[in-house]
T-cell receptor
Framework: DTAVSQTPKYLVTQMGNDKSIKCEQNLGHDTMYWYKQDSKKFLKIMFS???????INETVPNRFSPKSPDKAHLNLHINSLELGDSAVYFC?????????????FGPGTRLLVL | QKEVEQNSGPLSVPEGAIASLNCTYSDRVSQSFFWYRQYSGKSPELIMS????GDKEDGRFTAQLNKASQYVSLLIRDSQPSDSATYLCAVNRSGGYQKVTFGTGTKLQVIP
């Protein structure tokens, strides 16, 4: 059974389109995250939710909007896609929003904007 | 200065040797330190976590932390070709929610 899953795994789209990425965890964790990993492999946090409440909102364009319908799901909607949005987006989860908690990562969604 | 700095590599070591990966961080209030391994095209997975000064050993892996020098390292003994991957150092501040800052990673190549 996959602990943290993401759909789709690959996403190729045109500039200006709107797309969504979905994430689900079956670990019973309270906290979920979205990360962006660019072409240089730099992994940077975008958002974090704890019990459906937004707790971390980094400097990310307003075109990115996360949504957590319940503790097990965290989706990411991106409006008006730009070339610079091309990256791998990882979802992760941890038991709690505690600095010592291990984060478990999903397989990633590879987004290519043409 | 970057918050978490790592040499990007590649670091090449022969099979059976000790691989030494280093990381420095800028935020003195950091309290939690992690090493993640990321194979090409895969997601990061936790190898080690360390919170106190000194060494922490787990199998072939040893994490070393020196908060005074703001330095954390990962030693891999008896390196195997399967250890070839990018190793990400991650640091978390004290207090508040978990907001992990990652380094850019060091690519390790273990040569058979």
């Amino acid at each position: 059974d996959t602990a943290v899953s993401q759909t789709p795994k690959y996403l190729v789209t045109q500039m200006g389109n709107d797309k969504s990425i979905k994430c689900e965890q079956n670990l019973g964790h309270d906290t979920m995250y979205w990360y962006k990993q660019d072409s240089k492999k730099f992994l940077k946090i975008m958002f974090s939710y704890n019990n459906k409440e937004l707790i971390i909102n980094e400097t990310v364009p307003n075109r990115f909007s996360p949504k957590s319908p319940d503790k097990a799901h965290l989706n990411l909607h991106i409006n008006s896609l730009e070339l610079g949005d091309s990256a791998v987006y990882f979802c992760a989860s941890s038991q709690e929003a505690n600095p010592r908690e291990t984060q478990y990562f999903g397989p990633g969604t590879r987004l290519l904007v043409l | 200065q970057k918050e978490v700095e790592q040499n990007s590599g590649p670091l090449s070591v022969p099979e059976g040797a000790i691989a030494s990966l280093n990381c420095t961080y800028s935020d003195r209030v950091s309290q939690s330190f992690f090493w993640y391994r990321q194979y090409s095209g895969k997601s990061p997975e936790l190898i080690m976590s360390i919170y106190s000064n000194g060494d922490k050993e787990d199998g072939r892996f040893t994490a070393q932390l020196n908060k005074a020098s703001q330095y954390v390292s990962l030693l891999i003994r008896d390196s195997q070709p399967s250890d070839s991957a990018t190793y990400l150092c991650a640091v978390n501040r004290s207090g508040g929610y978990q907001k992990v800052t990652f380094g850019t990673g060091t690519k390790l190549q273990v040569i058979p």
